[in-house]
């Protein structure tokens, strides 16, 4: 079984950025650039939603409110997936998951960046941005 292990986040100020990683430890059936991953973010008693996602051909997908200042991107050689954010605003304070769909369901594609495409998570790291 596949292990994803987050790391970073921590607290920041609106305007500023920050970072999470995201690395998969374990046995893979196939290399770490077959799958598709995900970013996703919650807060108490609301929907976890998508941020971004990736394919295996480094296609990415953003929600509306992070695209244009949140990066997600992959280092095949190391299984590990980050999120760079950039100009935080208070709305983005969230517990960040990372996510895989280690099933090839989709062939390495994410049709859709929806939770329920995905079986695979981390245990989470917060993210707070103060104004």
Same mark, same amino acid.
């Given at each position: 079984?596949?292990? *994803? /292990?987050?790391?970073? @986040? @921590?607290?920041?100020? &609106?305007?500023?950025?920050?970072?999470?990683?995201?690395?998969?430890?374990?046995?893979?059936?196939?290399?770490? =650039?077959?799958?598709? !991953?995900?970013?996703?973010?919650?807060?108490?008693?609301?929907?976890?939603?998508?941020? $971004?996602?990736?394919? $295996?051909?480094?296609?990415? /997908?953003? &929600?509306?409110?992070?695209?244009?200042?949140?990066?997600? =991107?992959?280092? %095949?050689?190391?299984?590990? *997936?980050?999120?760079? !954010?950039?100009?935080? %605003?208070?709305?983005?304070?969230? !517990?960040?998951?990372? &996510? $895989?769909?280690?099933?090839?369901?989709? @062939?390495?594609?994410?049709? *859709? *960046?929806?939770? $329920?495409?995905?079986?695979?998570?981390?245990?989470?790291?917060?993210?707070?941005? =103060? =104004?």
């Amino acid at each position: 079984q596949v292990q *994803l /292990v987050e790391s970073g @986040g @921590g607290s920041g100020q &609106a305007g500023g950025s920050l970072s999470v990683s995201c690395a998969a430890f374990g046995y893979l059936e196939y290399t770490y =650039s077959s799958y598709c !991953m995900a970013w996703f973010r919650q807060n108490p008693g609301k929907e976890r939603e998508g941020v $971004a996602s990736i394919d $295996a051909d480094g296609s990415t /997908v953003y &929600a509306d409110s992070v695209k244009g200042r949140f990066t997600i =991107s992959r280092d %095949n050689a190391k299984n590990t *997936l980050y999120l760079q !954010m950039n100009k935080l %605003n208070p709305e983005d304070t969230a !517990m960040y998951y990372c &996510a $895989a769909d280690f099933s090839l369901r989709y @062939g390495g594609y994410c049709p *859709l *960046l929806r939770k $329920a495409l995905f079986g695979s998570w981390g245990q989470g790291t917060q993210v707070t941005v =103060s =104004s």
